[in-house]
C-alpha cells in the first residue's frame, strides 16, 4: 500500500512543476518557505500525530519536501536534455552503494543551512534527522560506491545520465557480533517506502526468458530465428533523483523490481486455489529479492543468472524505448547510425554483460536488422570497465545454464565468438587452436563455461581498469592477446570519489575551514585544495587543522563508546582500516601486527610510544569462513587487549559492527592513519584510500592500486610504504614463496603465531583461533602476509616517530588534503567522457 502512495502522490507533483521553477534555480529557498514546505508534507502527506518519537515524522516530511523541489529540477532536467539532444550514457550496475540521501541533497541543492535553520525552530537538529534515514546498501563495496560517486559526478558536471540498477528488496545484509562472531540480519531498507523514489509503472518491461529457439528458413535463404519463451518477468522501474551539486541537473537513477508478469493466475484463483495463483507472483519476486553478498567470487546460481538477465534486458529494453521515444523507430535504417551517436552504455564489471547480447537479439529478432548492421551498434556503443585481476573473481557461466535460460542468446554469442575466432584470431595467429582455445568465449572442459570477460572485451570499443598499475596489468597479465589484436582499446580511467559526500557533507568542520581558506569552490574543483599548500608550514593553521581533527575524533570515541562499550581516548592515534573482510586487503596483517606490538607492550611496559587505537570495519561475505574467522580473532585479540590494564591504555582496538557508508562518514574525518595494505597487484584501485587522505588521514600502504598515483600526489615524504612491490611479489612467485621461513627466521613472527595456538585469546579453549595461524602456514599464505610483516612493523615504527612531532604531523596531514585534487570522481567522468563516451554537456 505504500508504494501506491507514494507513487500517486509524486505523480499530482509533477503537473505543477512548471510554475515554481524559478524557487529551485536561483534563489535559494528562504527558511520560511522551507518550513512552510515541511509543515505541509507534516499535515498531509504524514498527517500528524502525536507521539514520544517525532523524529521519524519530521525526516519524512524534511525528505519529502525536498523531494519535491528536486523533481521539480528533475523534469526541467529531462525537458532540456531532450531539447539538446545530447548524447547519453547508460551506467550499467548490479551495484550501487547510495548511503543516506538527505543530507547530501540538502548541500548539493544548497539547501543544508536554510533547512536547518527552519527545523531549529521546530525544536529539531537536521545533523540527529538525517540519521533516522535508511542507508541505501545496494551493493557490496567499492564497485558499488564508485557508481554512486560517479552519479553524483555525472549530474554535477552536467551531463545527460541515466543509472541502471536493482530494486532489490534487502540491500547488504546487517552485521553485528555475537561473541565475537559475524551475525547476519536481513537489511530492510524500503520496508515503510522509501520518500525518495519514483515508481514509473509507465516505463514497465517485459522479460521473456527459459523456452526453445524455432528456426525458420526465409526466402532470401537466411534464417530466421524465433524465440519461444517459456516464461516472463515484468520488470518495474523505480527512480531516484540523482541531484548534481550546484549544477543545473538532476538525473536518475532506474531500479528494476521483479515481478510476475501477471499478478494472478485468475482461472485458478476462480477454481479456488488462491494460495497457488500467489505462487508464481513470490517466485518472480526472488529474482530482485537480494543482492548477492559476495563480491569476489560468484557461486553460479541460476538465481544470480536470472538477476543479472533481468536487470540487462530491463536495462537495453529501457534504453532502445527512451530512444525512440525521442527519434524514432530503431527500425529506420537512418536511426542506426544516430543511435550510436546518442547513446553509449557502459558496462561495471561483467555483471551486466549478457545487455551485449540483449541489444542484438533486440535489433535483429525485434527489429528486423542484419547482423552486420546490428554488431556494429553493439561495438560502437559498448563499454567495459574490468574491476579485478583475481581469477576466482572472473565471471564464467555454466553452457548448459544459460543454454536453459536463454537458448537465443547463448546462439548470438556463439556466432560472435565464431566470427572472432574465424576473422580477428585467425588473421593474427594463423592456424593456432592454441591461441583459439584460450581465447575464445567457451572454456572447454568438464563442464563448458562462457567467459563473460571475453564478450566484453571483444565487444567494447574500449576497455579500462581503475587505476594505472591495474589497467597495465590488464594489459600485461590478463588480456595481452586482445592488447595484441587491438593496441589501443585496453585504456585506464583512475577512479575517484565524490567530494561532496566525502568532504563537504561528512566533515563540516573541515569544510567550513578550507570554505573560509580557499577562494572559490573547492567541492567543485578539488585541485584548488592545493592552495593549502602555502599553509602547511603555518603554525596557526596547523593548529586550526589538527583541532578540527581532534573534535571529530572526539565525536568518533563517543560512537565508538556506543557501539561496542569500550572507552578510546581522542589523544591516541586512530588508525583505521576500513573496507570489505578479504584475504588479498589484509585484515589479518593487521591483526598480526597488533598481536606483535602488544607482546612489544607486556614485555616492556616502559616502551616508548604513541597510545594506538586501531579501528575496524569491515564484513565479510556469509559464505566466507576463513573472512569471518578473522573477524573472529579481531574480535577475541581486542577483548583481551582493551581489558589488560598492564598496558596501560596504550593500545586499544575496536572492530565497529555494520560498516556501511553512514558509519565510513563518521570513521573517516577522525582518522590519523590510513591503512591500505593489501598485496601489490591484487587491490585493483581502491577507494577508500582516496576518502582517508582527503580528510588529512595518512596512508600506510602498499604500491598497490591507486595507492602508487597517491604517493606520487603527495609525495614520499607524506606517506608511509612499505611491502614487496608488484614485481617483487611475482620474482617471489617464481622462486617459490614458502612462508615457514619467515616463521623459523623471524622470531616475533613465530612468538606471535605460537600464541594463536594457546587459550590465551579465548580463556578454557586452545585452538579457537589456529585457524588463523594455519592460514599463514600450512593455507601456504597465499596474500604473501609474512613476507611484508617486517618492512609493515618498520613503516609503523617510522610512523609513531612521526607522530610524536606534532608540527611534522600537522603538515604531513595538510599536504594530504591539500594534495587530493586528483582523485575527484568529476576528474574520473571528464576522463570517462574525453577517452570513451563523446558526450557533451546538456546545458
Ligand atoms: C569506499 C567504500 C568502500 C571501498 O573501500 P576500499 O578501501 O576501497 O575497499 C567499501 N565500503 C564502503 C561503505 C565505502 O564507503
Redesign the pocket.
Known amino acids: 500500500m505504500s508504494d501506491k502512495r507514494v507513487c500517486s502522490y509524486m505523480v499530482t507533483k509533477t503537473k505543477t512543476s512548471t510554475k515554481t521553477q524559478s524557487a529551485a534555480k536561483n534563489q535559494p529557498m528562504t527558511v520560511a518557505d522551507i518550513s512552510q514546505r515541511i509543515a505541509h508534507h507534516l499535515q498531509f502527506t504524514q498527517g500528524e500525530q502525536v507521539c514520544a518519537d517525532q523524529k521519524p515524522a519530521y525526516w519524512r516530511a524534511t525528505s519529502l519536501a525536498l523531494n519535491d523541489i528536486i523533481v521539480e529540477k528533475l523534469q526541467s532536467t529531462k525537458t532540456r536534455q531532450q531539447q539538446s539532444e545530447a548524447k547519453s550514457v547508460n551506467y550499467l550496475s548490479l551495484e550501487y552503494?547510495m548511503g543516506r540521501l538527505l543530507a547530501n541533497n540538502l548541500h548539493n541543492l544548497d539547501l543544508y543551512k536554510n533547512t536547518e535553520k527552519a527545523l531549529k525552530d521546530m525544536g529539531f537538529e537536521l545533523a540527529d534527522l538525517c540519521e533516522e534515514g535508511a542507508d541505501l546498501a545496494l551493493g557490496n563495496?567499492?564497485l558499488g560506491?564508485l557508481a554512486a560517486c560517479f552519479l553524483d559526478s555525472l549530474a554535477t558536471l552536467d551531463y545527460n545520465a541515466m543509472g541502471y540498477g536493482v530494486h532489490y528488496q534487502h540491500g547488504l545484509f546487517k552485521q553485528s557480533f555475537v561473541d565475537g562472531h559475524q551475525v547476519e540480519a536481513p537489511d530492510m531498507w524500503r520496508e515503510f517506502g522509501s520518500p525518495w523514489e519514483i515508481c514509473r509503472l509507465e516505463s514497465s518491461c517485459t522479460i521473456p526468458l527459459y523456452g526453445y529457439v524455432e528456426e525458420i528458413a526465409q526466402a532470401d535463404g537466411t534464417t530466421a530465428s524465433i524465440w519461444h519463451a517459456g516464461k516472463m518477468l515484468k520488470g518495474v522501474p523505480w527512480d531516484i533523483p540523482i541531484v548534481g551539486y550546484n549544477s543545473q541537473t538532476v538525473n536518475a537513477l532506474r531500479l528494476w523490481e521483479c515481478r510476475a508478469d501477471s499478478a494472478f493466475d485468475w482461472e485458478q484463483f476462480n477454481n479456488g486455489d488462491y494460495l497457488n495463483a500467489h505462487q508464481q507472483q513470490v517466485a518472480a519476486e526472488t529474482v530482485s529479492k537480494a543482492l548477492y553478498p559476495n563480491d569476489e567470487h560468484d557461486a553460479g546460481k541460476e538465481l544470480r543468472f536470472v538477476q543479472q538477465y533481468f536487470f540487462s534486458a530491463c536495462s537495453v529494453q529501457d534504453i532502445i524505448a527512451r530512444f525512440e521515444n525521442q527519434y524514432g523507430a530503431l527500425a529506420d535504417s537512418k536511426n542506426w547510425s544516430l543511435f550510436c551517436d546518442k547513446v553509449a552504455i557502459q558496462l561495471n564489471d561483467t555483471h551486466p554483460t549478457i545487455a551485449i547480447l540483449e541489444l542484438m537479439r533486440s535489433l535483429i529478432d525485434v527489429r528486423n536488422i542484419d547482423w552486420d548492421n546490428a554488431w556494429a551498434i553493439c561495438q560502437k556503443v559498448f563499454a567495459y570497465t574490468n574491476h579485478t585481476l583475481l581469477p576466482e573473481a572472473l565471471e564464467k557461466w555454466s553452457v548448459a545454464l544459460f543454454e536453459r535460460v536463454l537458448p537465443r542468446h547463448l546462439a548470438i554469442l556463439y556466432r560472435i565468438n565464431e566470427a572472432f575466432l574465424n576473422n580477428d584470431v585467425a588473421a593474427l595467429w594463423p592456424n593456432n587452436d592454441d591461441m583459439r582455445a584460450r581465447l575464445s568465449f567457451i572454456e572447454e572442459g568438464h563442464e563448458r563455461k562462457v567467459r563473460m570477460a571475453h564478450l566484453c572485451v571483444v565487444t567494447a570499443h574500449k576497455v579500462n581498469g581503475v587505476a594505472q598499475i591495474h589497467s597495465d596489468l590488464v594489459k600485461q597479465d590478463l588480456f595481452p592477446e586482445f592488447n595484441q589484436l587491438w593496441p589501443t582499446k585496453l585504456t585506464n580511467v583512475t577512479n575517484g570519489?565524490t567530494p561532496r559526500r566525502w568532504l563537504k557533507a561528512c566533515n563540516p568542520l573541515l569544510s567550513n575551514l578550507l570554505d573560509s581558506t580557499i577562494k572559490g569552490d573547492w567541492a567543485k574543483d578539488l585541485n584548488r585544495l592545493s592552495e593549502l599548500e602555502n599553509f602547511a608550514d603555518d603554525e596557526q593553521f596547523q593548529q586550526q587543522f589538527m583541532a578540527i581533527k581532534h573534535q571529530n575524533k572526539i565525536a568518533l570515541s563517543k560512537e565508538i563508546k556506543s557501539l561496542t562499550g569500550v572507552t578510546v581516548s581522542p589523544d591516541a592515534i586512530f588508525d583505521v582500516q576500513?573496507?570489505?573482510l578479504h584475504e588479498y586487503?589484509r585484515q589479518h596483517l593487521n591483526l598480526l601486527h597488533i598481536i606483535a606490538l602488544y607482546r612489544r607492550l607486556l614485555a616492556d611496559p616502559a616502551l616508548e610510544m604513541q597510545p594506538r587505537v586501531f579501528i575496524f570495519g569491515a564484513k565479510a561475505a556469509p559464505g566466507y569462513q576463513l573472512a569471518k574467522e578473522i573477524i573472529y580473532a579481531t574480535n577475541k585479540i581486542a577483548d583481551k587487549i582493551n581489558n589488560d590494564v598492564r598496558i596501560q591504555n596504550k593500545l586499544k582496538v575496536v572492530f565497529l559492527p555494520n560498516?556501511?557508508?553512514s558509519l565510513?562518514e563518521k570513521i573517516i574525518p577522525a582518522a590519523d592513519v590510513s591503512e591500505?595494505i593489501s598485496t601489490a597487484g591484487k587491490?585493483a584501485?581502491?577507494?577508500?584510500?582516496m576518502?582517508l587522505a582527503l580528510n588529512g588521514a595518512v596512508t600506510i600502504g602498499t604500491l598497490d592500486g591507486a595507492n602508487i598515483e597517491i604517493a606520487k600526489e603527495v609525495g614520499d615524504d607524506n606517506i608511509f610504504i612499505f611491502g614487496l612491490t608488484v614485481d617483487e611479489v611475482k620474482a617471489l612467485d617464481t622462486q617459490g614463496y614458502n612462508p615457514y621461513e619467515y616463521y623459523e627466521k623471524n622470531a616475533e613472527i613465530r612468538a606471535c603465531l605460537d600464541w594463536l595456538d594457546t587459550d590465551y585469546f579465548t580463556p578454557g579453549v586452545a585452538g579457537e583461533l589456529s585457524s588463523i595461524k594455519n592460514c599463514f602456514l600450512s593455507g601456504g599464505d597465499p596474500y604473501k602476509v609474512l613476507a611484508d610483516f617486517q618492512s609493515y612493523a618498520d613503516a609503523h615504527q617510522a610512523l609513531d616517530i612521526a607522530y610524536q612531532n606534532k608540527k611534522q604531523w600537522a603538515k604531513m596531514a595538510i599536504l594530504n588534503t591539500a594534495l587530493m585534487g586528483k582523485f575527484n570522481s568529476d576528474r574520473s567522468i571528464e576522463d570517462y567522457v574525453r577517452n570513451i563516451w563523446q558526450l557533451t554537456v546538456s546545458n
Open positions: 552503494l563495496g567499492g560506491r570519489i576500513i573496507k570489505r586487503k560498516y556501511r557508508v565510513a591500505q587491490e584501485s581502491g577507494t577508500g584510500n576518502k
